[in-house]
Nanobody
Framework: VQLQASGGGLVQTGGSLRLSCAAS????????MDWLRQAPGKEREFVVA????????DYADSVKGRFTISRDNSKNTVYLQMNSLKPEDTAVYYC?????????????????WGQGTQVTVSS
């Protein structure tokens, strides 16, 4: 599986962006899909996960109520709708695939990674 993230950009505080992560291969629905982010000088952090079917989600407290994850298995794509963006949301956003549900304890828990897309929120 190869993952290709897109949709990042520059937006003002309070604005919105929609990230996409397109997967190659025919086993996309076998993976839990996560979005993670890494801000300058900080460690990569978990943002949100969506289950294999899309029925279950898990959000970091920092994005609850503002971000929405969804997936379309017929298109092998996962989306991250980001609303009410804040300067602290500025980061490189990565999509990643893993077999098991639950917060990953380290990067080895993920089977595949996208290349990252930059999100910059200006104040």
């Amino acid at each position: 599986v190869q993952l290709q993230a897109s949709g990042g950009g520059l937006v003002q505080t309070g604005g919105s962006l929609r990230l996409s992560c397109a997967a190659s291969g025919r086993t996309f629905s076998s993976y839990v899909m996560d979005w993670l982010r890494q801000a300058p000088g900080k460690e990569r952090e978990f943002v949100v996960a969506v289950s294999w079917s899309g029925k279950s989600t898990d959000y970091a407290d920092s994005v609850k109520g503002r971000f929405t994850i969804s997936r379309d298995n017929s298109k092998n794509t996962v989306y991250l709708q980001m609303n009410s963006l804040k300067p602290e949301d500025t980061a490189v956003y990565y999509c990643a695939a893993k077999r098991r549900w639950g917060v990953a304890t380290n990067e080895n828990d993920y089977d595949y990674w996208g290349q990252g897309t930059q999100v910059t929120v200006s104040s």
